[in-house]
């Protein structure tokens, strides 16, 4: 007899996101990954900043073993509703906050390439 899924809306998903009460969505499935968060071998902050969003590229792009993702079944609680609109202003935060976690994740190598940039232009009027 088939499994009855639970639907769940990505605003639901979105407000379990803290260590203790931890749930991603990936693929249309939703995963409550509380209890693995100390396991995780990439560590609990990078499951922990793919809550509240469709986690789906961010887990491809981390290349998860078929071990991983048969794993992961056994942390699976529903699946997201695709019937509830998403508005575009939904769909803007999602991408700005996007943008705004890699601004931070990535900030060094602008702040570095200017700070060389400062260094070699000061060493060069230097000489002159």
Not at 11 to 25: I, L, R
Not at 42 to 70: C, I, M, P, W
Request: with cysteine.
């Amino acid at each position: 007899m088939p499994t009855i899924s639970k639907l769940y809306t990505m605003q639901e998903a979105s407000q379990h996101n803290t260590k203790n009460d931890c749930w991603v969505v990936i693929d249309g499935k939703v995963y409550d990954v509380s209890l693995y968060l100390d396991d995780h071998p990439g560590g609990d902050e990078v499951v922990l900043v793919a809550t509240g969003k469709d986690a789906t590229d961010e887990f491809e792009d981390a290349g998860h073993s078929k071990d991983a993702r048969e794993l992961m079944e056994k942390f699976c609680i529903g699946e997201l509703d695709d019937t509830s609109p998403v508005s575009s202003n939904s769909q803007a935060a999602v991408s700005s906050e996007k943008f705004l976690q890699l601004a931070k994740q990535y900030w060094t190598v602008p702040v570095a390439v200017l700070g060389i940039s400062l260094v070699v232009g000061f060493l060069y009027l230097r000489k002159k």
